[in-house]
């Protein structure tokens, strides 16, 4: 962007230099590494425009930013949380809505140069200015993402993307907070033009001079016959809304208002004009700013984005660069941790195992992260050939002599995972970490059969590797430092969020998710019906009922796991009495993947309770406890296993400890966490609602000491 | 001994592909997908940064039209940086020998440290070409203005013009194909059917046993599958661990049905793979630590007019290369000879025989040779230097030699040495 003529008047943020009756603004928020669009900054913009609108030799206007590779990252998300009343959030609202209507009436044309992110209020100033130019360079993402953070694009957008692209496409965006690439955004119309880097400057002042000489771009309607059959006439939109409202319901189980807030923007502004559309979108947007739901999500983007910066240990030197990883065991998870590894991380990945066969098979598996990638276009053919050329893979330790970071992936044994660290410590170079992907084995056991066990530490991944967004970093007892900040790093530009936590059984996630699981077989004992205790965890946000969990977890590991977990904390948790999980599978069924197990799957889909399970169990689905007691033990369950596991350090802090189990096993984002939702209810209430559960089922509802302390103090996990 | 121009360069590693008979096992893989495979796995084995290489060279007798220069794309693998540069080159079936000594040159004359040379062949995957009438009308349709002129050019096109023609291994300058100067080199030289047909057999029999005991296969990086379904790709396919010579001897000539004494069991088969050979100056290969199979001790090339013998040059670049490295045919310890026909390795022997050379068969082709292991054009010379090297090492012996014989009249020659 070096041809971008040099501001000629010096301002913090917004500065701008005039040539041959064009005035190019930049903007560059110098203390941030991306721009934001602030309070302060919407009064540099309107001090500018009001003194460009003022300047008789300005014919028209150019925008772009100052930052290398983004454009505006959207609104200040710091500025909501000093929200205090909707009425103050749609007054926020309303003044972006001004500063952009004052944009969009300028009465001279402004063309924006896009590259890099272009997000939210970003995207919302490029809507209402005249033209817009784009780089096809993989950075510029482009999108409305609001309803992420449980809110809408309050500044106009809801109104003028669909007014430039159709009600389809705007809200098929809107309402999943989707951002697309260039090319896509280009082919929706979102953008003018598509250009090469090198000329965006260039292009973009060629159009404000077109446009200063009265020249406007035409634009038609995207979409052929079938967009104006849909978005054309308004019993056509009647049609689009019917289904967008279908299918956020289904997507969301009513949970987030922000979709549905942001499909009645829409529909309002097509209905009845911009204007009332503007006033509308304020509304709905000061309704949802203070809700709940968008406090919980704007907590947990800034949980994250801290995550990011946290190097995970206290005075880490800087992590190792990997360039080139190792990975042993190429199963499942092995070719997971490959694939996504090659595909975030762009690391060059040699995989191990015993037989050939494996290895070809696991890195054609890996290669199916990638394959998936260029389907969806996500990259291009050429990057994919570059990409599969980083996966490869034998049956020796050849390769692994460079390998700065290598991660097993081995059975779940002690013994086997021990071997493969002698083998591999003998080749790895003299500062290579060896990471252990285990979810049950203790680190510090692993770490005794190496000769540098400060170099030894685990990083657990979650199934799917290459969906699920958590892995746990687990420091041995003789781990260094380093090892933490570069297990870390790694995790991160793997695009993982990461969480480090204490060498327990079953470390942060699978010990605090333990208790759910297990109360399935005390639930279905006292006569709890399968659907029954799945819908109920449904209903409450989770993503699937500790039932479904089971199956698709595969039951004879969820058998081991529950092994290990009663066997290090079984007095509380308690298995049912019976032969319980086991029972099923003796009887060879194994879950989803041997399309049997609490459920019935045929072709990949799941066909209803197999009720012959029952009989297997020695149960008798009989109605059991309340609804609300099922959900109540569920959920407690997880709540009190998390303020003890806190307690124990296991969790550096609560908000690890959230993020962990959002990340971790989905449970409900809007709902903040099992700690603060604890917080949220009251730890007395918490206790005592576990006293009474410790009546009547035992003592696997006693209250943790954390949670009493907590119930005595009248103290929160968040202070 | 300190090399004699300039400084010593030497062999550290090589590996090549399973070598794959056209049209079976490897079809699936272009010749560039064979010549990144074998240049990756050769980094992986001997942990070389890829940042390390200053030049890649790689041969390749019958180039795609799509990539015309391999050598490229294999330095454009992830696992080099950009700035390396990289070329490639046709010494017919010498022409991974041609890139060795093209490297060695580089890093004798101090202008490289390190640099991988092999080459690769995809005979699956031989260009198929349009007739030059329908290219012409095609070139001439793509110059057409309008549409309607467009039309009128196709219009132009016969059927006879859609038949694709593919290229032939047949001398441009002779019509010759190879075969047929195998042929006559039996002939004039009065090599039997028989004894080409025992040379054969031993050639798999050597091959089968360097296959059995891991000597051979020590140089192949396993070849895994692209795709779901297809087969892991271990040893070489076309060596037969159950032929006989009676087997041999049912089958037809193929050159010339009624004299003819050359079949396809002692001629070598069409086939696909790639080699790459990792090069270093001798004080780099100290400094990065590793230790050398052997030294590239001279190299000669050497013609004859096509006309004659086609096959026979590797008797006249043999003696230049001895004498470039100052020793004598009793001096060598091993002796790797190309074997693009039973007549034409019988005939060379002939031709070295009759400088007075003693022929010690005990130290030729000690795991067979091209008849069984396979022969991708390009990639070939990149075995023979890995299989000798190699060789060379496990039995200490101090002088190798390497000849090849290839298209065009022309032979290669290169004298290895251990220490």
Known sequence: ?719 | MPGLNGRRVAVIAGVRTPFAKAGTVLKDARAVDLARYAARELLERTNLDGHEVDEVIFGQVVPSALVPNVGREVSLLPQFPKEIPAYSLNRACASANQAISAGQDQIALGNADVIIAGGAEALSDIPILASRRLADILVEASKAKSLGGRIKTFAKIRPRDLVPVAPAIAEPSTGESMGQSAEKMAKENHISRDAQDRWALRSHQLAAQGTADGRLTAEIVPWLPTRPGATTVRQDNGIRTDTSLEQMAKLKPVFDRRYGTVTAANSSPLTDGASAVLLMSEEKARALGYEPLTYIRSYAVAAVDPGWQLLQAPIFAVPTALERAGIQWKDLGLIELHEAFASQVLSNLQGFAAKGWDINEDIINVMGGSIAIGHPFGATGGRIVITLSNEMRRRDVQFGLISVCAQGGMGFAMVLERR
Not at chain 1, 165 to 171: E, K, P, Q, Y
Not at chain 1, 354 to 380: E, M, S
Not at chain 1, 680 to 706: I, K, T, Y
């Open chain 1, 1 to 719: 962007m070096a041809t971008i003529a040099a501001p000629a008047r010096t301002a913090p943020a917004v500065t701008w230099g005039i040539a041959d009756g064009i005035a190019t603004v930049v903007l560059d928020l110098k203390s941030q590494p991306v721009n934001v669009i602030s309070r302060a900054v919407k009064d540099e913009f309107l001090a500018c425009f009001a003194a460009l609108a003022g300047d008789p030799s300005v014919k028209a206007v150019t925008f772009f930013s100052g930052k290398a590779d983004n454009f505006i990252a959207g609104a200040d998300i710091e500025e909501f949380l000093t929200l205090s009343s909707a009425a103050e959030a749609e007054r926020l609202s309303a003044d972006g809505q001004d500063m952009l209507d004052r944009v969009a009436r300028f009465p001279k044309p402004i063309a924006v140069g896009i590259h890099g992110a272009c997000l939210g209020g970003g995207f919302e100033f490029a809507l209402a200015c005249h033209y817009r130019v784009a780089t096809d360079h993989p950075k510029t993402q482009i999108g409305l993402p609001e309803v992420q953070l449980g809110i809408l694009p309050g500044a106009g957008g809801c109104q003028r993307l669909p007014r430039l692209v159709g009600a389809r496409a705007a809200l098929d965006m809107i309402l999943a907070g989707k951002t697309e690439r260039a090319a896509r955004a280009f082919r929706l119309g979102m953008v003018d033009e598509l250009v090469p880097p090198a000329i965006l400057a260039d292009i973009t002042l060629a159009a404000a001079k077109r446009m200063a000489g009265g020249w406007r771009p035409k634009r038609k309607r995207p979409g052929g016959v079938v967009g104006f059959l849909l978005d054309g006439n308004p019993l056509g939109r009647r049609l689009v809304y019917r289904s967008a409202r279908k299918q956020v319901l289904e997507r969301t189980g009513g949970h987030y208002p922000a979709p549905l807030a942001a499909l009645e923007a829409v529909e309002y502004g097509l209905r009845h004009g911009l204007q009332e559309g503007l006033r509308r979108e304020a509304q709905l947007f000061g309704q949802l700013a203070v809700t709940d739901v968008s406090r919980k999500l704007v907590q947990i983007f800034f949980a994250t984005n801290q995550l990011k910066k946290d190097p995970g240990v206290a005075h880490a030197p800087p992590p190792v660069r990997v360039e080139r990883l190792g990975i042993i065991g190429s199963g499942f998870m092995g070719s997971g941790i490959a694939g996504t590894a090659v595909a975030q991380a762009d690391v060059d990945v040699r995989m191990k195992d015993a037989d050939l066969t494996r290895v070809g098979q696991g890195i054609l598996a890996a290669r199916a992260i990638l394959d998936d990638r260029l389907k969806r276009r996500r990259i291009t053919k050429f990057e994919y050939a570059r990409l599969i050329a980083l996966l490869s893979g034998g049956d020796t330790y050849a390769g692994f002599g460079r390998a700065e970071l290598t991660i097993e992936a081995v059975f779940e044994e002690l013994g086997v995972k021990q071997q493969v660290l002698r083998e591999v410590e003998a080749v790895l170079p003299s500062t290579g970490v060896f990471a252990s992907n285990t979810s049950t084995i203790p680190i510090t056991r692993i770490a005794e059969a190496a000769h540098s066990p400060e170099r030894v530490i685990g990083m657990h991944f979650f199934s799917p590797v290459a969906k699920m967004p958590l892995v746990e970093v687990i420091p041995g007892a003789r781990t260094e430092p380093q090892t933490v900040s570069t297990a870390v790093a790694f995790g991160r530009r793997m695009g993982k969020t990461v969480i480090v936590v204490k060498d327990s059984p079953g470390f942060w996630v699978n010990r605090i998710l333990a208790p759910y699981p297990n109360e399935v077989g005390h639930l279905l004992a006292e006569g709890a019906s399968i659907e029954d205790i799945d819908s109920m965890a449904v209903r409450f946000g989770f993503p699937v009922g500790p039932v479904t969990l089971l199956d698709e977890v595969g039951l004879d590991v969820a058998v081991k796991v529950a092994e290990v977990m009663q066997g290090a904390y079984g007095d509380h948790i308690v298995p049912a009495p019976g032969a319980g999980v086991a029972a099923l599978v003796k009887a060879g069924r194994l879950g989803r993947k041997s399309g049997r197990g609490f459920y019935i799957y045929k072709g990949g889909k799941k066909r209803g309770v197999d009720d012959s399970v029952y009989g297997l169990l020695g149960v008798h689905p009989n109605g059991g406890p309340r609804p609300a007691e099922i959900l109540q033990r569920l959920v407690l369950g997880i709540v009190n296993e998390a303020a003890r596991a806190l307690g124990e350090g296991v969790a550096h802090s609560a908000r690890d400890g959230d993020i962990g189990a959002i990340f971790g096993f989905g449970f409900p984002p809007f709902r903040g966490g099992p700690l603060r939702y604890a917080d949220d209810l009251g730890a007395e209430r918490v206790v005592s609602d576990l006293e009474h559960l410790a009546e009547r089922h035992g003592v696997r509802f006693a209250p943790s000491e954390a949670l009493q302390e907590h119930a005595r103090q009248g103290t929160k996990f968040y202070g």
